[in-house]
């Protein structure tokens, strides 16, 4: 596809990027040839022939990498990534690899010259009727083009939004070239997909791909020209950067959708997909894997889609830093091309659940539902991101079982992850180790989760957390408008009544 955009084409410029120069940078990146800022090229030609042209080696082979977070040491994240999501099969010779490859560039052509050729809306706009006309009749009998040209309208400024918005601190997300191709890449799949169309998100999950095609790519182009080199120039021609990006785009979407989307209109309370997902982390599977934080988070009353919708749909791109955020993406990719049932990424459940171990300490410590948020929000940095990825991996093992509490208490790595309280202080986490603190751990989460209780008991549970959420509530008035003794005095009977119902639930829980 030629990126080469003169100045009398508008209709290509989705972004609209040209009419907005403010601290934007105008590189010469014709073909995307010269070096890009912000990339660190990464290329390695004998890994290349060995897992992208070799047809006999096994995928196990990169488990230790990834679980090891050093995925990127073989220099191919972007072509690994093409064969976890399907784009390439591993027992394709290099031909069918080259077949479908230009497949997918000529599926993306024909969608732009549908969708942002200049002659398009050109023609469109010949067809259109006034939207003024006053005859009704004449109104009836033409379909009405205005209401498509303003909707398209409203979906190039809101992609147009994002896209400004999208890693402002990069110089390669404020080159002009790069805005046109985030932006088209954006318009392309969201007029492809009119009942999901596009969605806060989809920006950030698009500039990663971005990122890492361009390192791949610009480290094949600094290579030294050779036969090999030629022999597999086709798999990095920029020219087609748009057409590449766009077909492991869609691939990752393809496995994620359902997070954008809501609940079939058939349902009575229609909501997005997304708040299912967060319900079953939440009541499910978190309760499994550590119910003393899943009952805390409860008692708090802590309102966890304030920070999930954005944690799972832009795959924790805001939580770690690029790099990290792409080691984890690893990891989600290679679980994905592993599971058969390919509903959604499963791991990234997992990678939630562990996340919230990773905090337990902090969140356990506070008594405020604000408090818990903020901490979410405002997530730490995570020493070892390997450790937070094999906690992942043993998560989804346990609550994938038959029978979840006996494989957690099998999983001598994943007990050990839940009773360090703080892992990053936590050398042990790797060793197969037994002391007394776990084991006491372990005993009450086992006793816990195996509790039966009555209904009775149930019932009055309920009862506790409504009085005690209302007592939250009366207590955040008095701290607002706090002006006399009297209502001092008032908010230490509320303090001790909360204090007390806390008892009663942890006698009723436990």
Known sequence: MNNNIGEDDDDLLISGARNNNRGQINLDLSNYSCNIPDITPQFDLINFRKFILNQNWNINELQELILNCQLSSIKLRFSIWRLFLGIFQIDDSIEQKIIKLNQNRSDYQNLSKQYLQAETKKESKRNMRNPLLQNQQEQQQKPNVWNNFFEINHLKNEIKKDVDRTHQDKQLFQSLKIKNLLSNILFIWSVKNPTISYRQGMNELAANVIEVYFTEAQGFN??????????????????????????????????????FKHTPESQKKQQLIIQNRIQKIYDQQLKIIDITLFKHLKVQDVELSVFLVRWIRCMF???????????????????????????WLLLVDCIVIAMFVYVRDQILEKDDPNACLKRFLKYPPV?????????????????QSANPEQALLQDQFLITFLGSRDVSKSPKIFQNIQNQEIQEDNNKLIEATNLKQSESIEMQSNQAQLILKALNQGILCIQRFNTDKSINEVKQLLENAKSELLKCLDQQLN
Not at 318 to 333: M, N, Q, Y
Not at 385 to 397: C, D, N, P, T, W
């Open 222 to 259: 600094n290579l030294e020209d050779s036969d090999d080199k030629k022999q597999i120039a086709i798999f990095y021609d920029t020219k087609f950067a748009e057409e590449d990006i766009f077909q492991l785009f869609e691939q990752i979407m393809n496995a994620h959708v359902d997070m």
């Open 317 to 343: 791109t805001r939580e770690f830093h690029v790099e990290d955020s792409l080691k984890v993406w690893d990891a989600i990719f290679y679980d994905y091309y592993l599971t058969e049932d390919k509903q």
């Open 383 to 399: 020493e070892n991101l390997a450790q937070l990825i094999q906690a992942a991996f043993s998560i989804k093992r346990v609550l």
